[in-house]
């Protein structure tokens, strides 16, 4: 299966619950590379790259373990760019 890059921003109540440690930590189950990270708008942005189903699997792991302060989600699936070697938090 073919790698794929999505931009994923999640809105709610996502910054200052160590949502960013959680989706780094959770990332290490899968084959996913990428970062998370805070926006001055109070959002949450992941790049996840990897196949389909490894990031399905991880970003609904995501929302099981952080979907009390997720009010939305958008995600845009983006060209990859395979510049990732492990999953990161940038600040």
């Not at 709610?12 to 899968?30: D, K």
């Not at 926006?39 to 399905?56: F, N, Y």
Request: aromatic letters at 10%; proline letters at 3%; glycine letters at 8%.
């Amino acid at each position: 299966m073919s790698s794929q890059r999505r931009l994923v921003h999640f809105s709610g109540s996502v910054q200052g619950v160590g949502f960013r440690y959680t989706a780094r930590r959770l990332a290490q189950q899968f084959e996913v590379t990428g970062y998370v990270k805070n926006l001055p708008d109070g959002r949450v942005e992941i790049i996840a790259e990897g196949t389909p189903d490894q990031i399905d699997a991880f970003l609904q792991t995501i929302h099981e373990q952080m979907g009390n302060y997720i009010r939305s989600t958008d995600q845009q699936i983006i060209i990859p760019a395979d510049q990732f070697t492990g999953f990161e938090i940038r600040f």
